[in-house]
Nanobody
């Protein structure tokens, strides 16, 4: 299992930017598909963005053109650069690692977009 620790959440005004980071333990990180999910109050957890071991990225339609996911295999980290934030982006954001069909999750970091 991969241990994951998120950081970088907080309060930001609409139109602002935040950068989330996730630090992962273990050498298995290099073969993992990594992702960011989010869960707003009263809603199901949803995929925001993912990046494969070969750096192929996928984005939810709601964040395309605004968010960028990246990974650094030397540091065992992934980042999510979030730009042009909207109030509907408010949620708990979770880092995910999927290796050979098994999921590991971080504890989450709260992002609040409000004026």
């Amino acid at each position: 299992q991969v241990q994951l620790v998120e950081s970088g959440g907080g309060l930001v005004q609409p139109g602002g930017s935040l950068r989330l980071s996730c630090a992962a333990s273990g050498s298995i990180f290099r073969v993992a598909t990594m992702g960011w999910y989010r869960q707003a109050p009263g809603k199901q957890r949803e995929l925001v963005a993912s990046i494969t071991s070969g750096s192929i990225t996928t984005y939810a339609d709601s964040v395309k053109g605004r968010f960028i996911i990246s990974r650094d295999n030397a540091k065992n980290t992934i980042d999510l650069q979030m730009n042009s934030l909207k109030p509907e982006d408010t949620a708990d954001y979770y880092c995910n690692a999927r290796v050979f069909g098994r999921d590991s999750w971080g504890k989450g970091t709260l992002v609040t977009v409000s004026s």
